[in-house]
């Protein structure tokens, strides 16, 4: 995960595999690949310029 902001995080950083990394890739991220990715690269609608970022569900 990048870290670009002190205040918290990108609406595009994916936490879940950040968090798989974590938990079941070891302390360098290889120790089981197969288990570091949801294999989601992207969400299926664009975010908004405006606030709130995110897109609306429906």
Not at 25 to 42: E, I, M, R, W
Not at 44 to 55: H, I, Q, V, W
Request: proline share 7%.
């Amino acid at each position: 995960m990048a870290h670009t902001y002190l205040t918290g995080r990108n609406l595009t950083d994916d936490v879940i595999d950040d968090n798989f990394t974590l938990i079941f890739g070891g302390p360098n991220g290889t120790a089981k690949p197969g288990l570091t990715s949801d294999h989601v690269d992207h969400n299926d609608k664009d975010f908004s310029n405006t606030f709130p970022y995110e897109a609306s569900p429906w």
